[in-house]
Nanobody, 130 residues
Framework: QVQPVVAGGGLVQNGGSLRLSCAPSRHTFTTFSFSSYTVAWFRQTPGQEREFVAAYRWSADDTYYSDSVKGRFSIFKLSNSSQVYLQMNNVKPEDTAVYYC??????????????????WGQGTQVTVSS
């Protein structure tokens, strides 16, 4: 089973910064790569639907953001790196959620739709204190 590996998360003060990372898992027989996928971050709070945060389309180097995080969060990869990062700046209490990394092949219309993503990493809790 392919599962991206998520790192980062934790407790951060209102207005602070945090960085999450998502790495492709290493399958026993093959090396899973993000290079042919779109990698996205979603977040979820109890009783709510999974909410789109940002996405990175690897092949085109395109990025997508929800209106709620645009200008504060940044999704990117580093050169020669297989990981996708979510840099969270100027965080707010309403950013508190469990954050998930997903990989899939959505089109422009479905990039913000959880069902468009095949593989999901474990969630990581982000808590912003006010």
């Amino acid at each position: 089973q392919v599962q991206p590996v998520v790192a980062g998360g934790g407790l951060v003060q209102n207005g602070g910064s945090l960085r999450l990372s998502c790495a492709p898992s290493r399958h026993t027989f093959t090396t899973f790569s993000f290079s042919s996928y779109t990698v996205a971050w979603f977040r979820q709070t109890p009783g709510q639907e999974r909410e789109f945060v940002a996405a990175y389309r690897w092949s085109a180097d395109d990025t997508y953001y929800s209106d709620s995080v645009k200008g504060r969060f940044s999704i990117f990869k580093l050169s020669n790196s297989s990981q996708v990062y979510l840099q969270m700046n100027n965080v707010k209490p309403e950013d508190t959620a469990v954050y998930y990394c997903g990989a899939g092949r959505p089109n422009e219309a479905t990039v913000a739709t959880p069902r468009a993503y095949y593989y999901w990493g474990q969630g990581t809790q982000v808590t912003v204190s006010s």
